[in-house]
């Protein structure tokens, strides 16, 4: 089946079976791999875009229920406000380690500051507990997260 | 002097070259084995160093990335000699797998600090040394008043200066120094390593560029996925692929024949599409019948009643006895008894296994997230019959290592079915279920110990009867003892024995391997033995560790820089005791701290875990680490997030429910609702400090890891009175 996306601000049309995950669809026929792989079944948040504004699971979100909800991913969060103080602050505190899970990190974090400027330290904790750090990167993802929303960014320690 | 201990002990080779368009490369070949040194030659790739004509400096780094750091700190070693401004780095590029050039380039054991620390300075410093004399020369002044800093070259008398950049090409003309003389900055003088400094690649990560082996694209590529056995070493009998070939999307279909050990080809059937779910989907149509006949009995209930019996019997092999173990057991005036279960674990490293090949004309190009890549191009010149000279191995960023991609059979995979199809780049992945299916797991092991305490409260007799895997008592690679550490050469009066069972599941290297399960069982024991005597653990640790020694390579006096320190012990151990004002007693109902010591990957470091247990959850409230790691840390910021990381992961072991089991041979995990990581919303308070001792700096990606199980389980064992001897804690039994 033929499906008309909208990705990052361009249209683009994939040719692609109705039940085949939005990720595969980024990552195999748009070339966009930035999106990352992690599980295939919700459970690790590599795989995070925006979707209308909110952070879903591209490897659960079957292409035919995208419809004409703009698609965001991690090569295009930068060109938003929140996106790019996001960006700055992961760069800042040096979040990453092996870095894989961080691009879904981002998008978890950036949907949820488009959504609440400032959030609390536990609303942090529940917008970002899908989104598995094998390296366990995850004191320096709260801390970039309040430094960006300007609300701290102090090590646990 | 001291230097000199970890140094390889044939220099390197360098050579100089023209970059084009100007400037200088120096390429730095570092030594291989003695046997291999003679036959090392200079080619021209790889250059370590290039400086453009514009000042920027380019340098490749050798070992893979796999989110220890390594990048950067390389960098830094090799921009700290050459002494230009860390911003003068614009980029640090991977090299690909060339021995020849670039000396052993696995990542793995926290070696690749200590084996480079001087040889990379080395490189940098012979850079320096050459923009040196070329700026003399152009000045017409002798080169030892000349000085540099920030990549800048100055003539103090004459007030004259340059940029590297302006005398790079004449440097490349230069003879390059002997690297056993190049003189190298003292710890005084480093403006760069010793600074936090932030990853190499961050400013890509975040971005969300495409880097690791998942993201490798090229025209026309295929996708695949292959097929295996359900059990280990299973056969293929028979296969009908005319579905599989029908359905949408399928362009090959493709059974290959086993070929050597199981990390290098296993019978398994390749599907090849147009994307990566299509050739998933496909899967479903495949119909194998596997001979599964060699797991038979492989089964975890069945490895667990067997070892039972194997620690109730005659133990097989005799690894340390030393005085009069049974002897003083008997005339102790307290005998302490427990028996510690570990259990088989999986890597999971977040980016699933996956490598991307093309052949071509009898040509092999291949892109893996390997640890150990040259490695895996011997293997698949040895399995596919490719001679080296035709295989270029590139070296991508890895998505986390943690052991797993030691091994190259998804490598040699991605390279066979790359064969079968001549002209068409395919990208193997492996789902998240072949992944934790098809690993190389951490070991189980079972320790039957005890111990007798004198009528002072002193440890005098210490024996661990381990039930481990291999033949005749002899332990296979990893399920091994370090027949080396305690009690060996602590403790007068000791006995370790062995017995072993078969192996069925493939087993390897997981993060701190060997250590990671026997820090847990040595130190919750001694936790019990230090309870019996009336002390606490830290104390009776400073007690049996009171004399200097060193142990580990007692025969090889160039090795006691990395032999275990019983000073160094007792160092970071009051350092951790002090820092966290350890104390045995409960600090509030259900609360108390646990402690745990161990030496591995040349690391002593002693940890302490403050945790509350209330309804059958546990809370870890801090974690305090003391660590020695040598005299220098690279760099702080990798260090710190390397110590937290380790401390995370070990955590997760423990309170996560991580486990394998199978039943003849088929694992019973599949993904991460059955084979649980950590969250964020485990992130305590985590302390570290580093007791610098006059040791060479050691690497930091496994040591920090053990210690944190067995303070963890202490601590729980201290909150709750319930003694935590089987890996990983069953909550249920603390509701
Ligand atoms: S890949 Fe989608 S949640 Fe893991
Ligand atoms: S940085 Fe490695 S998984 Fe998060």
Known sequence: MKFDLTV???????????????????????????????????????????????AVRSCQTPVSE?????????EQVGASAVGAKLQKAWTELDVPQCGYCQAGQLMSASALLAQKPKPAREEIAEAMNGNICRCGTYDRIFRAIELAAGTGGKANG | MADAILAPSRRGFLTAALLAGGGLAVEFSLPLGRAQAATVGTSAVGAFVSIAPNGAVTIVNKNPEIGQGIKTAFAMMIAEELDCDWAQVTAVQQADANPAIYGPQGTGASQSTPNNWLPLRRAGAAARDMLVRAAAARWGVDPSSVTTAKGRLSHAASGRSLGYGEVASAAAALTPPDLKTVKLKTPAQ??????????????????????????????????????????????????????????????????????????ALVDGVAILATNWWLANQARSKLKLEWDLSAQKGHSWDAYVAKAKTLLAEKPQLD??????????????????????????????????????????????????????????????????????DKITFHVTKI?????????????????????AVPGVPVKLLWSREDDIRRDFYRPSGWHGFEAGIDANGKMIAFKDHFVTFGKDGKSAMF?????????????????????TLEIGVPIGALRAPVSNGLCYAFQGFLDEVAIAAGTDLPRLLLDVFAEDKLVGEPDQPEKAQTAFSTKRARA?????????????????????????????????????????????????????????????????????????????????????GQKITFVDGQIEQSNFHDFRLG???????????????????TGLGEPALPPVIPALANAIAAATGKRVRTMPIDLSALA
């Not at chain 2, 340390?320 to 890597?347: C, M, N, Q, T, W």
């Not at chain 2, 109902?589 to 940890?607: I, K, L, Q, S, T």
């Not at chain 2, 919303?681 to 060479?696: G, I, K, L, M």
Request: proline share 6%; charged share 20%; glycine share 12%.
């Open chain 2, 190 to 263: 480093f403006s760069i390593i010793g600074k936090p400094t932030k990853g190499v690649d961050t400013p890509r990560v975040v971005k969300g560029e495409p880097m690791y082996g998942i993201d490798t694209r090229l025209p026309g590529m295929l996708y695949a996925v292959y097929e295996v056995a359900p059990a280990n070493g299973g056969k293929l009998v028979s296969a009908d692929l005319a579905d599989a070939k029908a359905a949408p999307g399928v362009k090959h279909v493709v059974q290959l024949k086993g070929v050597g050990p199981i990390d």
């Open chain 2, 679 to 697: 969250r964020n919303d485990r992130n305590p308070a985590v302390e570290v400090a580093f007791v610098a001792s006059d040791s060479h700096p």
């Open chain 2, 319 to 388: 690894l340390i006895r030393s005085g009069d173990v049974e002897g003083k057991l008997a005339s102790a005036a307290k005998r302490v008894a427990a028996v510690y279960e570990i259990p088989f674990l999986a890597h999971a490293t977040l980016e699933p296994q996956n490598c991307t090949a093309l052949y071509k004309d009898g040509a092999l190009e291949v892109w893996a997230p390997s640890q150990i890549p040259a490695g895996g191009k011997a293997q698949i010149s040895k399995f596919l019959e490719i001679p080296e």
């Open chain 1, 66 to 74: 995208v419809g004409k909800g703009a698609v965001v991913t991690i």
């Open chain 1, 8 to 54: 990052n601000g361009r249209k683009r049309t994939v040719e692609a079976p109705a039940e085949m995950p939005l990720l595969w669809v980024l990552r195999d026929e748009l070339g966009l791999v930035g999106t990352k792989f992690g599980c295939g079944i919700g459970m690790c948040g590599a795989c995070t875009v925006h979707l209308g504004g909110k």
């Open chain 2, 479 to 499: 399920a091994n003892m370090h027949a080396d550490h305690f009690p060996y050469g602590i403790m007068p009066d000791a006995a370790v024995v062995q017995s």
């Open chain 2, 399 to 419: 998505g986390g290592g943690f052991g797993r991609r030691l091994r190259n059979d998804y490598t040699v995979q991605a390279a066979a079915i790359a064969k």
């Open chain 2, 572 to 656: 970071v151990i009051a350092k951790a005791a002090a820092m966290s004002n350890f104390t045995s007693k409960p600090i509030a109902p259900g609360r108390a701290m646990g402690f745990g010591f161990y030496f591995c990957h040349n690391g002593h470091f002693a940890e302490v875990v403050d945790a509350s247990v209330k309804d059958g959850q546990v809370s870890v409230h801090k974690v305090w680490v003391a660590g020695d790691v040598g005299r220098q840390i690279v760099n702080p910021m990798g260090a710190e997030a390397q110590v937290r990381g380790s401390v995370l992961d070990g955590l997760s072991q423990a309170l996560e």
